[in-house]
T-cell receptor, first 115, second 114 residues
Framework: GDSVTQMEGPVTLSEEAFLTINCTYTATGYPSLFWYVQYPGEGLQLLLKATKADDKGSNKGFEATYRKETTSFHLEKGSVQVSDSAVYFCALSDPMDTGRRALTFGSGTRLQVQP | DGGITQSPKYLFRKEGQNVTLSCEQNLNHDAMYWYRQDPGQGLRLIYYSQIVNDFQKGDIAEGYSVSREKKESFPLTVTSAQKNPTAFYLC?????????????FGQGTRLTVV
């Protein structure tokens, strides 16, 4: 079945450092890819998405590019802030998987940004 | 404002008791989902529903039950058969037919068995 693999955390960075969180996927078809963010004690919020190969999703300074050749969707930000401290989830939805009409999530990566 | 409301935010249950978690949405979404979150394990799909009066088991449906009598509501019952129910439960909804659209999440219910 489909799966998403994320780098393990926590990732600890100083403010203004460059961020990369790796995400790779396995899917039978051509999935849509998503990054969600979860702040402590809250639900998930969509951060960005990409629906086809070579698409770049971007929001709030975060970016991720859908790379079909490497089955990856790595999250990047050029300069992190303390307020970016949260858990980040990579997810996919696969229109070819008629037996599962729902998102599949990675295990999440906790980001801690120190002042 | 449109959104998803989960209640209660915190819930305590004695062993052997059933408990129902509420999830209501006013986004006019066809599809609704329940996920369970445990530390370090990401989100695991419990049940989902693409349309009223229909629902499907997810990856970890044992010990849970759902109903979808109204488009707006998708309650989850954690039964006494669920061996380890202490977790954070998240409800979500989406437009449904097009999986390229994102899911919207509620604020979650933290269930603790005492």
């Amino acid at each position: 079945g489909d799966s998403v693999t994320q780098m393990e955390g926590p990732v600890t960075l100083s403010e203004e450092a460059f961020l990369t969180i790796n995400c790779t996927y396995t899917a039978t078809g051509y999935p849509s890819l998503f990054w969600y963010v979860q702040y402590p004690g809250e639900g998930l919020q969509l951060l960005l998405k990409a629906t086809k190969a070579d698409d770049k999703g971007s929001n709030k300074g975060f970016e991720a590019t859908y790379r079909k050749e490497t089955t990856s969707f790595h999250l990047e930000k050029g300069s992190v802030q303390v307020s970016d401290s949260a858990v980040y989830f990579c997810a996919l939805s696969d229109p070819m998987d008629t037996g599962r009409r729902a998102l599949t999530f990675g295990s999440g990566t906790r980001l801690q940004v120190q002042p | 404002d449109g959104g998803i409301t989960q209640s209660p935010k915190y819930l305590f249950r004695k062993e052997g008791q059933n408990v129902t978690l509420s999830c209501e949405q006013n986004l006019n979404h066809d599809a609704m989902y329940w996920y369970r979150q445990d530390p370090g394990q990401g989100l695991r799909l419990i049940y989902y529903s693409q349309i009223v009066n229909d629902f499907q088991k997810g990856d970890i449906a044992e010990g849970y039950s759902v109903s979808r009598e109204k488009k707006e509501s998708f309650p989850l019952t954690v039964t006494s058969a669920q061996k380890n129910p202490t977790a954070f439960y998240l409800c979500a909804s989406s437009r449904g037919r097009d999986l390229r659209t994102e899911a919207f999440f509620g604020q979650g219910t933290r269930l603790t068995v005492v």
